[in-house]
């Protein structure tokens, strides 16, 4: 009979500490020594988010944590996903739905509700695999925050989790976050934790010694290793905050691919399939200046399309995209890039913010509403003729959006979509424009796809490229096994697993 284990939580001293990345290790370590492990964060606050089998939405962080548990997604392992619309804020997913738009004092009237839904999730996940590997979120001791949480140590306590505490070392004070939060913490919580990591290590581990036995003599808890800063292993990102900080640009390939950061930008992890080939130099556009020499613009998704293009806007960038489009540059626009592409945006009810209504891009002949259900599907398509980087058989991908786009004048659909959750249908999707230099589609996940990604390639000049990638699943999968052989390495894992009674 299956030995099912007391769950494992990571918790951070702030945020961007690098607990997804401990969290997606720790379940390929443990899945290859054949035990039967899930992810789960109570509540996840990020931009980027996928779509179960059953059309249920829930963070990117924890989908890629399935992968690494060898599991299909769910959303019992994410129930509550805020997606923000301002810096005020909030889409409220709860169970992989919309729940609502709420400002911070609203959403935390909802709390009772909330830990049902999250302990009802929990246990449903716990009861069907031996080991949950859970996440915290930001800092485990933000004190104005503490009596609301529902996602770190109290959780912690509700779950009877071991847990360990991630610290940044790059980001300087490692000393000052580990013992200022180890100080901050109860003695009822500071019992739960069974160590510290030290994270993002640079240079010989000797050097630290003295670091971890002073953290530990102060601490009272063990250091259980450094994991060094890594850029042998290519992982998505969970948020916004590596765009901040300059990291998500890769490369120097034959292809020039521009992405823009859109306000509000989601699902950017669109690209992450172009990051790993080597043909491709991938660079994030915040100025005209920046578009020189691009072969491909790539405009991704956002939370808040009218407050993108005012973005566009005040940046010089709108009438760049024009110009840059006038004088032969490609661009390619997923869901809300799609969206700005068109001729109007529109959202009378206020969906994404106060109602408004703006003229987009203009590049595609098409109009955006925005309505009051949101679609989440995964879908299989087939490329149309028109499509100008169209390949024979299926491609796959998944829709987040509110709005409904409609063609204006001479409709040129780019795919046909065939399945949605795995029922048949036909219905057109996607605009190409009239020339075949601007594509528009709500498809995420396109680029995933191995053969269309290297026709957009060769559309974006990359004709007779030979790409580097033909098996992006497979990159991906070999990517968590080079994590789980670092953390393996560089971490004292023993003692972490205890067996329920």
């Given amino acids: 009979m299956p030995v099912n284990y007391r769950p494992i939580m990571v918790v951070g001293t702030g945020s961007h500490v690098g607990k997804s990345v401990l969290v997606t290790g720790l379940c390929r370590v443990f899945r290859r020594r054949g035990i039967d492990v899930a992810p789960f964060k109570a509540q996840n606050m990020a931009l980027n988010s996928g779509i179960t089998p059953q059309g249920g939405e829930m963070g990117r962080a924890q989908i890629t944590q399935a992968e690494a548990a060898g599991l299909e997604p769910h959303v019992d392992m994410n129930p509550i996903l805020l997606k923000p619309t301002s810096d005020l804020g909030s889409q409220v997913i709860v169970g992989g739905r919309v729940l609502g738009n709420y400002r911070g004092r609203d959403y935390y009237a909802l709390k009772p509700r909330l830990v049902r839904g999250v302990m009802a999730a929990y246990r449903r ?17 933000e004190m104005n925050l503490k009596r609301h949480d529902l996602v770190n140590l109290s959780m912690a306590r ?17 000393f000052a976050q580990v013992l200022g939060t180890l100080n901050l913490l109860t003695p009822a919580e500071r019992r739960l934790l069974a160590g510290v990591v030290i994270n ?70 669109d690209a992450d399939a172009l990051v ?32 993108a293009l005012a973005g566009l806007h005040r940046s010089g960038l709108f009438q760049a995209i024009q110009a840059f489009h006038r004088l032969g540059g490609r661009v390619l626009g997923l869901c809300g890039g ?67 786009t409609q063609a204006q004048g001479q409709d040129r659909p780019a795919l046909r979509l065939v399945k949605r959750l795995g029922r048949p249908l ?65 971490l004292n894992l023993e003692g972490l697993l205890e067996p329920l009674p």
Wanted: hydrophobic share 40%; net charge negative.
């Fill in 426 to 490: 036909d219905l057109a999707e996607g605009q190409v424009s009239p020339e075949g230099r601007v594509v528009g589609t709500y498809l995420h996940g396109l680029l995933d796809n191995d053969s269309l990604r290297a026709a957009v390639l060769a559309w974006a000049g990359g004709a007779g490229l030979t790409p580097s990638l033909n098996d992006y699943a497979g990159f991906k999968d070999t990517q968590y096994d080079l994590l789980a052989d670092l953390l393996e390495k560089r």
């Fill in 276 to 307: 790993a080939e080597t043909g491709v130099s991938l660079s994030w556009v915040e100025g005209p200046e920046q578009l020189a020499g691009l072969d491909l613009l790539l405009l991704p998704g956002t939370k808040n399309t009218l407050a």
């Fill in 158 to 174: 509700r779950a009877g989790a071991k847990v360990l505490l991630a610290a940044d070392i790059d980001a300087g004070g490692v």
């Fill in 125 to 141: 996940l716990a009861g069907a695999h031996q080991l949950v590997i859970m996440e915290g979120a930001g800092s485990c001791a």
């Fill in 200 to 269: 993002k290590f640079r240079g010989d581990p000797e050097l630290f010694s003295e670091g971890m036995a002073y953290i530990e003599r102060k601490g009272g808890k063990p250091v259980l290793g450094l994991v060094p800063m890594f850029g042998h292993i290519t992982l998505p990102q969970e948020d916004g905050v590596v765009l901040e900080r300059g990291q998500a640009a890769a490369g120097e390939g034959r292809v020039r691919v521009g992405v823009v950061r859109l306000s509000r930008i989601s699902n950017f992890t």
């Fill in 338 to 404: 799609y969206q700005l592409l068109g001729r109007t945006i529109a959202d009378p009810l206020g969906v994404e913010g106060p109602p408004a209504q703006a003229e987009g891009l203009g590049l595609l002949p098409v109009a955006t509403v925005m309505a009051g259900e949101k679609t989440t599907t995964r879908v299989e398509a087939r490329c149309l003729p028109g499509l100008p980087f169209a390949v024979a058989g299926p491609v796959h991908g998944y829709e987040i959006h509110m709005g409904q």
